[in-house]
């Protein structure tokens, strides 16, 4: 039954139907006519019928009561972080895989709650253990109402704790010379939270090729501390920040841009050094025996070079092309055509412009192999590249003009000028070599596939480091007060585990056609989303706050329910 209106001669008429179905078809009955709506309207009896109605109806009686301000309110808790995150932890297999981790284990709080809430903290507020401690006290995640702050710090340690186990019967001999400085301590350490990595992706396996490609990255996370026993050292820092010890973190990606492995090391850990490790792990205890890694140019040594080509490792790896005498004077003099691979565009969506070409190196033994390389050019990014040096050389020559000796200590400028003391010239010799490198990037592979699809899975590794600006700003993973490696390990894993969780929604609202709704949209409207916990008349319930902006989406996309607006505690 329902209300409906119905205008006849200008007027309109209040009905009182209900729909009944007539030989398959449905038809309204008209119950009763209540008369014209504007008599009804001024004489206040509609007022009056619906406050009469509503006597009967829990719902309008407690939304009323609520209003009115006769309701008690006992509690609000944000429900729409649990919601969404506590269906995606399941399909992930990452809650099974910490129950199945804990069986034999006796510990005597929730240890899977303490991950999934830390996890969930990281995505939404990030901050302190102690802080996820304060948040979780207004958030409604079922079987954290037990925890406190010592069992947080208890389960960073445990994610993070050495493993000892027996190395698989079939791992590899390491090549034997200087490529085998990489095999050590360091890189031999394994932890809890290098197992639930593998078991991840253990029940996601059936969606790995046998040649796969694999990103890999690194980056640095300083502490404010002393950052553990042995993790914390200084080294190269990413963030500018060498007078602070840090720890080095890895990202592994598949093909699809999903998370799939992470590496924590001392912080004077050398990109050079890394990379053979990750792919004897990917080879030993992930059982992916063919793969192509896509790394950087830092990832590049002779001595790594040596490894990666004795063991026969497909890869696609960036070059540094002015410190490579052969990429500098063999690769870029190279003559030939470039092909275009995306042309210059004025549509803003369109892809950069790229061209590439193959060169072919060998040394003078004709026995020996042929090196690969791939040179990529940015049309675009050689104009600005262009513009930014002529820019410098301009400062540079006015600078010159006023004597300031101090211009030496401008990076900008040393690669311009010739002279010592205080003779200082612009070296034009320096500024034509430097011209040589605009818009283009150099890249060395073995693999089969064309140059444009090596280009252009390259610059798929920029996702591993968009992921890595993700983990220190919008997951907050600094700063890091813990004081042991275990935990330190623990704490940044937690973040690794909220990219997971992540990528798993983005994919979901791709696949339901919302890829474009912002990120920071999302999460805040899903902490808006609460539920009211109230009181009306000895009777308890339940008010869930109205859905606005992605939260449709959102819930539509993960094939979650919304709890009714009312319901009794």
Not at 328 to 347: C, F, I, P, Q, W
Request: with cysteine.
């Amino acid at each position: 039954m329902f209300i409906r209106t119905q205008t006849t001669a200008g007027r309109t008429y209040l009905l009182l139907v209900e729909n009944e179905r007539v030989e398959g078809r449905i038809k309204q009955r008209v119950l009763l006519r209540l008369g014209r709506l504007d008599q009804l309207q001024a004489s206040g009896q509609l007022d009056s019928l619906l406050v009469s109605l509503g006597r009967f109806s829990d719902k309008l009686a407690v939304l009323d009561a609520h209003a009115r301000g006769d309701s008690v309110t006992t509690h609000t808790r944000s429900i729409g972080a649990a919601l969404i995150f506590e269906r995606l932890w399941a399909e992930c297999g990452i809650g099974s895989v910490l129950r199945d981790m804990l069986r034999d284990r006796r510990y005597e709080f929730a240890l899977e709650r303490a991950v999934f809430m830390t996890v969930l903290h990281r995505l939404f507020v990030s901050g302190s253990d102690r802080a996820a401690e304060r948040w979780m006290q207004g958030q409604a995640i079922a079987g954290t109402e037990e925890l406190s702050l010592h069992h947080l710090y208890r389960t960073m340690g445990f994610l993070g704790e050495p493993v000892h186990e027996q190395p698989p019967p079939d791992v590899p001999v390491a090549a034997k010379g200087k490529a085998a400085k990489t095999d050590s301590r360091v890189f031999d350490l394994r932890t809890r939270k290098d197992l639930i990595e593998e078991e991840l992706f253990a029940r996601r396996r059936d969606l790995f090729t046998d040649v796969e490609l694999v990103f890999f990255d690194t980056t640095s996370i300083y502490f404010e501390g002393e950052g553990g026993q042995d993790i914390g050292r200084h080294g190269h820092s990413k963030d500018h920040r060498p007078d602070l010890k840090q720890m080095v973190v890895g990202m592994v990606l598949d093909n699809a841009g999903n998370p799939l492995c992470s590496t924590m090391w001392p912080g004077n850990t050398t990109d050079v050094t890394s990379l053979v490790p990750v792919v004897k792990r990917l080879q030993r205890h992930f059982g992916v025996q063919r793969v192509c890694i896509v790394a950087d140019r830092g990832m590049i040594s002779d001595a790594t070079m040596a490894e990666i080509d004795s063991r026969g490792w497909l890869y696609i790896l960036g070059v540094r092309m002015r410190r490579s005498k052969e990429a500098r004077n063999e690769v870029l003099t190279r003559g030939g055509r470039y092909r275009t691979v995306h042309a210059k565009s004025d549509d803003p969506k369109a892809p950069s412009p790229l061209q590439v070409k193959e060169v072919l190196v060998s040394d003078d033994d004709e026995q020996a192999a042929q090196r690969r390389y791939i040179v990529c050019r940015n049309e675009d990014q050689a104009t600005k590249d262009a513009h930014d040096r002529l820019a410098i050389i301009e400062a540079l020559v006015q600078a010159l003009k006023r004597g300031d000796k101090s211009l030496i200590g401008n990076n900008g400028f040393r690669r311009f000028v010739a002279g010592t003391g205080g003779h200082w010239r612009i070296d034009e010799a320096k500024v034509v070599e430097e011209a040589r490198y605009d818009g283009k990037w150099v890249l060395r592979t073995n693999t089969d596939l064309s140059a444009a699809q090596v280009a252009l899975k390259y610059k798929q590794l920029w996702t591993v480091e968009a992921i890595f600006r993700t983990m220190k700003s919008q997951l907050h993973t600094r700063p890091i007060f813990h004081k042991t490696d275990d935990t330190i390990r623990g704490h940044v894993f937690c973040s690794f585990l909220a990219l997971v969780l992540r990528k798993a929604l983005q994919d979901r609202l791709e696949a339901a056609g919302h890829g474009h709704l912002e990120w920071d949209h999302v999460i805040d409207d899903l902490a808006g989303l609460q539920e009211i916990e109230l009181h009306v008349q000895g009777k308890g319930y339940r008010l869930r706050t109205e859905t606005k902006g992605t939260l449709a989406a959102v819930f539509g996309a993960c094939g979650v329910a919304l709890p009714p607006t009312l319901r009794p505690m």
